[in-house]
């Protein structure tokens, strides 16, 4: 990563779309606390490779906190309020999480965001998520927020279609993106994962996504 002289001043919002920022640094504030409570959430529900309904195993590793969890198995996607590898709840949900992702929301300009979900993504180098959208919640009128930790990923915006042009953005440790609105169902992806070292993360990109499901 290139230092600058600049690297002090704050990095402003950047519009990805019409309803979609990037807050840069914005989740900085959750401190090392947050790989303590990855660390209890992946030791009762652990991350796993997801098999997508076409066969395929995902290369990213997931889990999920909150009182749905995301699930892909060959019967297709789903919101589970049980994780199938424990047979048990998804770990609760921790108060900073759900702190810095309604004042994400806020700051972005959707107020009342209460989620349910959080889906945890991990990336190892070489791990990649093609293009998608999220499309398994009952409500597109509540947002998504998405806070990257770790390692830096080039992540892929594009449009409501699956050929419209995508720009590409780094995601930085911190950086949080929020999309709603007239984005809600934007196609997006994440290149494969180059590798590197992060001083808290170590070899990984770390992308916790909040959602309202029910
Ligand atoms: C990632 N994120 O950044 C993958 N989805 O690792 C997503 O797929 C995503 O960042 C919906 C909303 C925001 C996201
Ligand atoms: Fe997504």
């Given at each position: 990563m290139q230092e600058s002289f600049f690297d002090f001043l704050p990095k402003p919002t950047v519009?990805?779309?019409?309803?979609?920022?990037?807050?840069?640094?914005f989740a900085l504030g959750l401190g090392?606390?947050?790989?303590?409570?990855l660390n209890s959430i992946q030791a009762a529900s652990p991350f796993r490779h997801m098999i997508t309904p076409g066969g395929h195993r995902m290369s990213v590793a997931m889990t999920n906190c909150g009182k749905f969890g995301w699930v892909s198995d060959k019967t297709g996607y789903r919101y589970d309020p049980v994780d199938p590898l424990s047979n048990r709840s998804w770990p609760e949900m921790p108060a900073?999480?759900?702190?810095?992702?309604?004042?994400?929301?806020?700051?972005?300009?959707?107020?009342?965001?209460?989620?349910?979900a959080c889906l945890i993504n991990r990336y190892l180098p070489g791990s990649k998520l093609s293009l998608h959208q999220d499309r398994n919640e009952?409500?597109?009128?509540?947002?998504?927020?998405?806070?990257?930790?770790?390692?830096p990923?080039?992540?892929?915006?594009?449009?409501?279609?699956?050929?419209?042009?995508?720009?590409?953005?780094?995601?930085?440790?911190?950086?949080?993106?929020v999309w709603g609105g007239?984005?809600?169902l934007c196609y997006h992806g994440v290149n494969t994962l180059k590798t590197g070292e992060h001083p808290a993360f170590g070899k990984q990109r770390i992308n916790l996504t909040f959602r309202k499901v029910v």
């Open positions: 519009i990805l779309a019409e309803g979609a920022v990037l807050l840069p640094g090392a606390d947050i790989l303590s409570f900073s999480f759900l702190k810095i992702a309604t004042e994400a929301a806020v700051a972005a300009g959707y107020s009342g965001f209460q989620p349910d009952a409500d597109f009128t509540q947002p998504i927020v998405s806070v990257s930790l770790g390692l990923a080039s992540f892929l915006f594009g449009g409501l279609k699956r050929k419209d042009a995508v720009k590409k953005y780094t995601l930085e440790h911190g950086d949080v993106v007239p984005s809600r």
